[in-house]
């Protein structure tokens, strides 16, 4: 059993910066991937971002690409997200989620994580 708690969403000016953490209990933390996902209002939950349970291998939305970095601490059992650049369009509650040594090409889908938090939201205007 994993729970996961987000914190670190706020409001903040277009071109902004906000890092989002992600923080897990269980012993079992370094054998999941984690990934962050973002709703905003009348829209489907869509991925962001992703990381394996180990760090080695990264994913991202092409719209996120190049302005947000993942990473872990495993040490810490914590996943951070750290967003650059923001636009207004990044406006979403975003969620982290947690599932067991999934293959990459499975980090899109949202029916791949078992696990998720109750999200943190991020508001950036114009």
Do not use: H
Not at 119 to 125: A, E, F, H, K, L
């Amino acid at each position: 059993q994993v729970q996961l708690v987000e914190s670190g969403g706020g409001l903040v000016q277009a071109g902004g910066s906000l890092r989002l953490s992600c923080a897990a209990s269980g012993p079992t933390f370094s054998s999941y991937a984690i990934s962050w996902f973002r709703q905003a209002p009348g829209e489907e939950r869509e991925f962001v971002a992703a990381i394996s349970w180990r760090g080695g291998i990264t994913l991202y939305a092409d719209s996120v690409q190049g302005r947000f970095t993942i990473s872990r601490d495993n040490g810490k059992n914590t996943v951070y997200l750290q967003m650059n650049s923001l636009k207004p369009e990044d406006t979403a509650v975003y969620y982290c989620a947690a599932a067991y040594k999934p293959s990459p090409t499975n980090y899109r889908i949202k029916r791949t994580y078992d696990y998720w938090g109750q999200g943190t939201q991020v508001t950036v205007s114009s």
